[in-house]
């Protein structure tokens, strides 16, 4: 290796005190963004007037100039259509700037393989989703020396600031969690962040920037899963993270650039059309879920339902206020453990049994034997997830035909 420099920007240094600036086209409302941030008709694509933002296909970008690097370069770290559909992401998440990833996955990987090094440590609960609960319990301790502090009490700020020491890099909260739908005190995990001088990341997926925005609570950083409600129908593998743009630009060009890409073209296109309705959908995906939600914890046969717009759901108070409504997702405990949750999910006729969630139709999972099947018994008992737990994504369909095919299911 010679002496050129290897990396190719500065490494971000958190600032507690830094005030962020306002995200692209702050000034318009929510769904004005979601229509127009990141692409102008006119103005976008000179000598090309197009109303839809266009896709552009292409994998590299030529040089005009010998010695000037263009912008985009390679399709690994920008290409135009991402690049809109970035800077849309970052204004209705209110950020300054946004990296796309390949899935959800890869945003947080790429985040914190960014922010550590061997040695260090990142701060989280075990109401995280299955995959990322590997990275931290496996994928970084063993691979990287990073180690992930899974705190005692996510309810209680204490045990939050407890667990962060001067090794800590970064604090991770994804709330609503998948799938116990706890709810996580944004404005208080932050201030206790940034009292020990680190950032606080909250994973936005399960509500999204339509119901909740977690940079206007105080959250630095946030980790979204492009594949669930933002696409909002199965057809895109993505994620994104949003937070300031020398930490965006960082993680860009330091790692981004050398171990995966960013979402592609065609991807980045279809959820842009998809964004487009965004409010819409997660307001009809919450009324829906509100109903079914009430359906089923009238129901005789039915132990437990978590969702956080339920008046006895234990943060009910707390979700009123961070957030707008409360979203697409709930989890129920049907009886007789996972042969009986087995039964129910093999008894429905319209609710899919399959791996995501957020999508246009109903669909369901059993988290104990397949997205937290590595937790132990006691770590699944404490993240809220007994062997009968279902996780129900509802649709948009029309509730009165989800609730029918729950009663069916159910009394099967
Ligand atoms: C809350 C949450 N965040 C992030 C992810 C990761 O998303 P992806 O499936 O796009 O990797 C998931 C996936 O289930 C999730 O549930």
Request: aromatic letters at 8%; glycine letters at 8%; charged letters at 20%.
């Amino acid at each position: 290796m010679n002496d050129k420099p290897f990396f190719m920007r500065d490494a971000w240094q958190f600032d507690p005190d830094r005030e962020p600036a306002p995200g692209p086209d702050a000034g318009l409302g929510f769904n004005t963004r979601a229509l127009h941030a990141g692409f102008h008709p006119l103005r976008s694509v000179p000598d090309f007037r197009s109303f839809v933002p266009p896709i552009v296909p292409s994998m590299t970008y030529p040089y005009e100039q010998f010695e000037q690097i263009p912008d985009p370069v390679y399709g690994r770290t920008r290409t135009p259509t991402t690049a809109v559909l970035e800077e849309r992401l970052a204004a209705l998440e209110g950020g300054e700037a946004c990296l796309s990833a390949s899935s959800g996955s890869q945003a947080l990987f790429n985040l914190v393989f960014t922010l550590t090094r061997p040695g260090d440590n990142v701060v989280t609960s075990l109401n995280i989703y299955g995959e990322g609960y590997k990275q931290a319990a496996a994928i970084f301790p063993e691979r990287c020396g990073v180690d992930f502090h899974f705190v005692e009490d996510p309810g209680e700020t204490a045990s939050w600031e407890a667990a962060i020491d001067d090794r800590t890099k970064l604090v991770w909260v994804e709330t609503p969690s998948n799938p116990a739908l706890f709810v996580t005190d944004i404005h208080a995990v932050a201030a206790a962040a940034h009292a020990k001088g680190v950032p606080l990341l909250v994973d936005n997926t399960t509500a999204t920037a339509a119901l909740q925005q977690p940079i206007s609570l105080g959250a630095n950083i946030v980790l979204l899963s492009i594949t669930k409600f933002l696409c909002g129908n199965a057809t895109v593998l993505g994620g994104a993270i949003v937070g300031p743009e020398a930490l965006i630009e960082d993680v860009r060009w330091n790692t981004t650039e050398f171990v995966g890409a960013v979402l592609q073209p065609f991807e980045s296109w279809l959820t842009l059309q998809f964004l487009e309705t965004l409010s819409l959908r997660m307001q009809r995906h919450s009324e829906n879920a509100q109903k079914v939600a009430e359906y089923l914890s009238e129901h005789p046969r039915v132990e437990r339902v978590n969702y956080p717009g339920l008046e006895t759901h234990p943060q009910y108070e707390l979700a009123s206020r961070q957030m707008r409504a409360g979203g697409g997702m709930l989890s129920f405990v049907a009886p007789g453990g996972i042969e009986g949750a087995g039964r129910v999910v093999d008894n429905f006729k319209l609710i899919t049994h399959a791996v995501t969630f957020g999508t246009s139709r109903s669909i369901c999972m059993h988290p104990a034997t397949i997205t937290h099947e590595h937790m132990t018994p006691a770590e699944r008992e404490k993240a809220g997830i007994p062997d009968g737990l279902i996780r129900l994504s509802v649709g948009l369909e029309d509730a009165g035909d989800i609730i029918k095919d729950l009663d069916q299911a159910l009394r099967g």
